[in-house]
């Protein structure tokens, strides 16, 4: 009998990274790595986690994603989001392992009216989408057999995200506002979990290389994404106060260090050609996590 594909999650404790062990336990054998078995900041940390171990495929959505931390803490951010995904890949090259890099929108500056594709240039405007790009431009010089895929405004059962800081905040205060100035595609990562399967276990039997966008389909600004978690939250019973969500600007945020791309929406195009698989659209995601995902009964609610 064959001998199921030997897959390591480096990450796997990260709200990515439980839905990707959920996901490929099913029908792989599944070695989970996070904090303290292994430190993305310590070349050693890696070595002595990877090295030892034989798998077919390894998958990194760990990453230092703090976005103003990142502006602070440069060589931190340098050091995780970029040379270790390139020490990674290394091993993977040693083992003949196949190893995907989880990467982000953040790579762009949002200057582009439409959709980002893949061919488009990135142009980062922040350590963290620095540091991010030169983690994907590692991986791929390693091997362009590797994958790179981009997600963005990520949420998902297992730990709390936007949807729950944003519904909580509505259950406390009358009166909220958020950016009209800043758009994107929101992605569950339960939906990433299994859009990323294929392009790992294609029917072709080779993994998929190089670079794609996987996101849910679509785009909202923040102001419409927070306006569409709070009717949600509305609909299913919770106890909220503000009606509408009031537009203010990016600008307006002062605990924001960082710059953020105004728009960083990516287009699904070449994964819907390459897999024929069409993601579900933002809104349609959103509607399943809050009906599935159970944070409404918690305390975060509650209080």
């Not at 703090?66 to 951010?77: G, K, M």
């Not at 091993?91 to 762009?108: E, L, N, P």
């Not at 990135?122 to 540091?131: F, H, I, L, Q």
């Not at 057999?145 to 949807?163: E, M, Q």
């Amino acid at each position: 009998m064959k001998r199921p594909p030997r897959v390591v999650i480096v990450g796997a404790a990260g709200r990515l990274g439980q839905a990707l062990e959920s996901r490929f336990s099913r029908e792989n054998t599944v070695t989970g790595l996070a904090r303290p078995l292994i430190d993305l900041s310590c070349a050693q940390s890696i070595r002595d986690a990877l090295e030892p171990l034989d798998f077919d495929h390894l998958i990194l959505p760990a990453a230092m994603t703090a976005v103003d931390l990142c502006e602070t803490h440069e060589d931190q951010a340098y050091a995780i989001n970029a040379y270790a995904p390139r020490l990674i890949a290394e091993i993977c090259g040693s083992k003949k392992a196949h190893m995907t890099h989880v990467s982000t929108d953040f790579v762009f500056d949002g200057k582009k009216a439409g959709f980002y594709t893949e061919a488009d240039k990135p142009r980062p405007v922040s350590v963290y989408g620095a540091s991010k790009l030169e983690g994907e431009e590692h991986v791929l010089a390693t091997s362009p057999h590797n994958l790179v895929v981009r997600i963005s405004w990520l949420y998902g059962p297992g730990k709390p995200a936007f949807p729950e800081w944003i519904t909580g905040q509505a259950c406390a205060e009358a009166e909220l506002w958020l950016p009209a100035d800043k758009t994107g595609s929101p992605t569950c990562s339960v939906d990433t979990a299994e859009l990323l399967e294929p392009l790992i276990f294609g029917s072709e039997g080779a993994p998929a290389g190089g670079l794609f966008h996987l996101c849910n389909s679509g785009s909202c600004t923040w102001q419409e994404w927070g306006q569409a978690c709070i009717d949600l939250a509305r609909e299913a019973g919770a106890p909220i106060r503000a009606g509408r969500i009031a537009a203010n600007a990016l600008a307006d945020i002062a605990a924001m260090t960082a710059k953020r791309p105004p728009n960083s929406a990516m287009s699904n195009a070449k994964y819907v050609s390459y897999t024929g698989i069409t993601p579900r659209s933002w809104e349609e995601a959103l509607a399943a996590h809050f009906a599935t995902s159970g944070f409404l009964g918690k305390s975060l609610i509650a209080a």
